[in-house]
């Protein structure tokens, strides 16, 4: 079975705090996203990485770092948490030898900067 | 340019109803693949299916099923004899060969579908 765990399923964060959200996959996929989920606006790419220490930005990276320093770990870094980043965080990754793979998520982590 | 429209906000059935959610999508790429996500009230979003631009096919799956027609631009999904386990938000999402092996995801906004017993 196909597996991405998010450390931490509720936080709950100071405006100004330094936040990490971190995800694992035991499936030694190759692409791992960071994606962010609001009312409304569906999901939104955040950050994605192809390879260990690769990153790219997605849509929305404005107030976020990444880290990869290991394949199977994704760290989301939300340097200066702000209240209009209290939202629905989803980790996914999928193999990247062809385009079209099957992404797998994890079961997100719900923020909330107060 | 890329885009996933899920029209449907919220659907409201009752137990053992067909429902169908639709999805559109819009891309310039000939090779593309569209997906299916289910997302119970736990959060984690589910693998539900995977079409290439090339396989028109029609698949079932259970009480699950989808249509695709290129025609049209449509990848609808078609719940048979609903029950109260399919409540749950769907996502439609499309994922570009032009993106390369990294096989990025533009999802739609999803459709809430409630089944009510």
């Known amino acids: 079975d196909v597996k991405v765990t998010q450390s931490s399923r509720y936080l709950v964060k100071r405006t100004g705090e330094k936040v990490f959200l971190e995800c694992v996959q035991d499936?030694?996929?190759?692409?791992m996203f960071w994606y962010r989920q609001d009312p409304g606006l569906g999901l939104r790419l955040i950050y994605f990485s192809y390879d260990v220490k690769m990153k790219e930005k997605g849509d929305i990276p404005e107030g976020y770092s990444v880290s990869r320093e290991k394949k199977e770990r994704f760290s989301l870094i939300l340097e200066s948490a702000s209240t209009n980043q209290t939202s629905m965080y989803l980790c996914?990754?999928?193999?990247?030898?062809?385009?079209?793979?099957?992404?797998?998520f994890g079961e997100g982590s719900w923020l909330t900067v107060v | 340019a890329q885009k996933v429209t899920q029209a449907q906000t919220e659907i409201s059935v009752v137990e053992k109803e067909d429902v169908t959610l639709d999805c559109v999508y819009e891309?310039?790429?000939?090779?593309?693949?569209l997906f299916w996500y289910k997302q119970p009230p736990s959060g984690e979003l589910v693998f539900l299916i995977r079409?290439?631009?090339?396989?028109?096919q029609n698949e079932i799956s259970g009480r699950y099923s989808w249509n695709f027609q290129k025609s049209t631009s449509s990848f609808n999904f078609t719940i048979t004899a609903s029950q109260v386990v399919d409540s749950a938000v769907y996502f439609c999402a499309l994922s570009e060969a032009g993106g390369g092996a990294t096989n990025k995801l533009i999802f739609g906004t999803g459709t809430l579908l409630a089944v009510q017993p």
């Open positions: 499936m030694d996929h190759e692409n």
């Open positions: 079409r290439n631009s090339f396989d028109e």
């Open positions: 891309t310039r790429d000939t090779t593309y693949y």
């Open positions: 996914a990754s999928s193999r990247g030898s062809v385009s079209g793979n099957t992404i797998y």
